[in-house]
């Protein structure tokens, strides 16, 4: 499952109201294992017992053989469990004599919730293991993304029995935002930019940056991202990726280790619930309409060829920043012509919902929406697209910030 899809999968599994976060973990185990596009058969919550110094069974769920109720392993047992604290999900041989009887001979154990220590070491109050035909990278990266939901979930629902009245905070933070978001428009060489962001809330954890090269101008990079959280957290987690690729620009840094290096910083720099999805490209002044770029677990953007009318979507090059520190990245590239368009969005725009709770990005809107409008300005374009999804989205249940910026080579 594509990764941003997969968390808001996730998210609307977590609108109902639960007594206990016990009880919501419980819940959604049961929801991923029935979801047959996240394609695992089992799996277990294991909870810390500082006391004990070993986790103990909380429940399980599954086509999987049964283990005890309340069974306990022992961090003694598993030294292996010393790496979680670090890279949230290992996937390993099983060692123990009563699994390994059960039928787990391989096993994946990701951390949930907060850190303890134990004997100077940190473990996660909860660990989630989930049974897979294919124990591999992409299991692991879908795990990370789960457990990082989980986490997001239990820190939200704590900091709600806590919630005062911001408003003041939020007030500032969205004037600090404003101020520091890009013109709208902007021409490069033969192209022409727009971008508009709309938070759902006063902030907003969408971002769009344009980062020249102020040296020699023959370069634009364009960022877009989605900070994986609400408020002012998002909106926090925006600000610094936004000023790290500013500074990371002036280096010249090739697209795929930066893009390296800032999931490395975002992983070190933020705490276990938050990630956010990235797309980083670098326009040229090159002849051939040349584009590098890398994405980060963002939505696909759409590349329209104006002649053809034949329509790309530019897939992810590497995971979400955040949640696995030694993920790799790829560098890919388009080619402009005069007339193509390129729109670089967040899941606000393909994932908004009507009160019918239809997606936007159903009956391919969107495109149809890009490909009748290719002969317009890239301002034209995006004000449209906002327009209509805004019209399509009233009175839904949810919203969420939008952000689009449409890149058209005008010659």
């Known amino acids: 499952m594509e990764q941003k899809k997969l968390y808001r999968t996730l998210e609307l599994f977590a609108n109902e109201n639960f007594e ?3 009880q919501m973990l419980k819940t959604l185990l049961g929801k991923i294992i029935e979801d047959k596009e996240i394609s695992v058969k089992g799996g277990r919550i294991w909870k810390l017992d500082l006391e004990k110094k070993a986790y103990k069974l909380l429940f399980q769920a599954g086509s999987v053989d049964k283990i005890q109720d309340n069974y306990m392993i022992y961090l003694v047992d598993y030294p292996i ?7 949230r999900t290992i996937l390993t041989d099983e060692t123990n004599a009563y699994l390994r009887k059960k039928g787990i001979f391989k096993y994946s154990a990701s951390g949930i919730g907060s850190k303890k220590k134990i004997d100077n070491k940190l473990y996660y109050e909860y660990l989630l293991a989930l049974n897979s035909d294919s124990i591999d990278d992409n299991l692991r990266y879908t795990l990370n993304i789960i457990a990082t939901f989980l986490t997001a979930q239990l820190k939200q629902r704590r900091l709600a029995l806590q919630q005062q009245n911001y408003q003041e905070e939020f007030i500032r933070a969205k004037q600090l935002q404003k101020s520091i978001l890009p013109e709208h428009e902007y021409k490069f060489g033969n192209y022409e930019l727009y971008g508009i962001t709309l938070p759902a809330d006063y902030v907003a954890g969408d971002f769009f940056d344009y980062i020249t090269d102020s040296d020699t101008e023959e370069r634009l990079a364009v960022a877009v991202g989605d900070a994986a959280s609400k408020g002012i ?7 610094y990726i936004s000023g790290a690729l500013r500074m990371a620009a002036t280096f010249q840094i090739k697209v795929a280790p930066l893009m390296k290096r800032m999931n490395e910083l975002v992983n070190k720099i933020f705490s276990d619930d938050k990630f956010t999805s990235l797309f980083y490209g670098e326009l040229t002044n090159n002849k051939r309409g040349l584009m590098y770029y890398c994405n980060a677990g963002h939505n696909p953007p759409v590349f329209i060829k104006a002649k053809t009318k ?22 890919d590239y388009i080619n402009f012509n005069c007339g193509d368009v390129l729109a670089i969005y967040t899941d606000g725009i393909s994932e908004a919902m009507n009160k019918n709770e239809e997606l936007f990005e159903e009956n391919k809107r969107l495109e149809k929406l890009l490909l009748d409008s290719i002969d317009k300005t890239p301002k034209e374009i995006a004000i449209k697209i906002i327009d209509e999804v805004v019209k399509f989205s009233a009175n839904a249940p949810y919203t969420d910030d939008k952000t689009i910026v449409v890149i058209k080579r005008i010659k």
């Open 20 to 22: 206990t976060e016990e």
């Open 81 to 87: 469990f010393d790496l979680i604290a670090k890279e």
């Open 310 to 331: 034949e329509i790309f979507y530019l897939e992810a090059t590497g995971p979400v920043l955040g949640p696995s520190p030694k993920a790799k990245y790829e560098t």
């Open 233 to 239: 957290s998002a909106a926090a987690e925006a600000f």
